[in-house]
């Protein structure tokens, strides 16, 4: 596909880390780097992997003006065989279109944004961890580069791929996080950009965030914009109960990020033995359910952190404990025998593992 490759020399590689359990979320680069650039009338073209270094924009590119900007989040896993795994990938590349079609930007054929993918993975397999844990996290991004203002979608775009190695995304390991719910703000309204994997929605979002740390919680839980009361998601994750013994998540309804991570439970729940269901939850509803006991455990669920279990949930100067703030059985289920398809130690019944092809 004409790509092509500016490599460096031996001596100017970067020292792997020792201990790649200890490595903090989003913190370290590899060597080199995905770009690839658009224009209006000719397409996706110049597709090239280089050194990792800065990128050079115009003061008036129109990603810094008018927020056309999106972005993907996948790993890739190094298998006890040595090879070299992705999870579900089409579903990341379908996802990241979707996003830049909702952004009014031109949309990167699949098989493309797999197979440059592949060739930056097989380029940089040496930073890919064996350790159970860890794994290199994968950021796709698509960003408007016209130098122009003016309120329209831009002629000129850049895709590129950075690759980050990780360890697990909490370092106070796979425990308890505590949730404040947010009454104040919104993540995303109806016919927004809440469904897109869009920068701004992060963005907006860091307020919420920062009351929530300064009221001792991990994350926000964020409750719909023209009510404030149904349940919809998490800050950075898709948000799961068990409740009345069956798996319970909000659907999709424009508003809610379409997690891969999310999918893959709905659709694994009854291999592992439990009923999932797609309900829209007041707040009111999940108090209750803690309050009676038919709710026995909350947690998130995404790429970064597999799966995240609630130990606390903080609304209205109440705080409201969920199994004993310990993790629950489902949440160790669901972690284990999701972690263990990504890292090809359990049986794929679904095929959802991809192998890289050397």
């Not at 996802?95 to 930007?105: L, Q, T, V, Y």
């Not at 697990?168 to 897109?196: I, K, M």
Request: proline content about 7%; glycine content about 10%; overall charge neutral.
């Amino acid at each position: 596909m004409g790509l092509k490759k500016t490599l460096l020399p031996p001596e100017k590689l970067k020292p792997l880390f020792d201990d790649p359990l200890k490595l903090k979320f989003g913190q370290n680069f590899t060597d080199y780097m995905f770009t690839m650039n658009y224009e209006e009338g000719k397409g996706w073209h110049s597709p090239e992997i280089k050194p990792y270094q800065p990128l050079v924009l115009d003061p008036a590119s129109s990603v810094f003006h008018y927020g056309q900007e999106i972005f993907e989040g996948q790993k890739a896993y190094k298998s006890k065989k040595g090879e070299i795994l992705l999870f579900r990938p089409r579903e990341n590349a379908n996802r990241f279109n979707s996003s830049m079609k909702r952004m009014s930007m031109p949309e990167i054929p699949v098989d493309e944004y797999i197979f440059y993918l592949e060739e930056l993975l097989k380029l940089e397999e040496r930073w890919i961890p064996s350790a159970k844990g860890a794994s290199l996290y994968i950021r796709p991004t698509g960003i408007a580069t016209e130098p122009a203002l003016g309120v329209r979608p831009a002629t000129q775009y850049m895709f590129f791929i950075i690759l980050s190695p990780v360890g697990p995304y909490y370092s106070t390991g796979f425990n308890p996080v505590s949730l404040w719910v947010s009454r104040e703000y919104s993540r995303a309204g109806e016919g927004g950009t809440g469904a897109a994997k869009a920068g701004g929605n992060y963005g907006g979002s860091l307020a919420a965030t920062r009351d929530a740390a300064a009221k001792g919680c991990n994350q926000v839980l964020w409750l719909d914009a023209k009510e404030h009361c149904y349940v919809e998601e998490v800050g950075a994750m898709n948000i799961f109960f068990i409740l009345d013994n069956q798996l319970v998540t909000p659907p999709l309804t424009g508003t809610i990020l379409p997690g891969i991570t999310r999918k893959s439970l709905l659709e694994m729940a009854p291999d592992i033995g439990i009923k999932p269901m797609e309900k829209r939850l007041t707040i009111q509803e999940v108090i209750q359910g803690i309050e009676t006991g038919r709710l026995t455990e909350i947690f998130g669920a995404g790429t970064a952190a597999v799966i995240s279990p609630v130990g606390k949930l903080c609304l209205d100067d109440k705080t409201y404990t969920i199994n004993n703030n310990v993790t629950g059985p489902w949440a160790q289920k669901f972690f284990d025998t999701l972690t263990g398809i990504q890292y090809g130690d359990l049986e794929d019944k679904h095929k959802w593992v991809h192998v890289v092809k050397r």
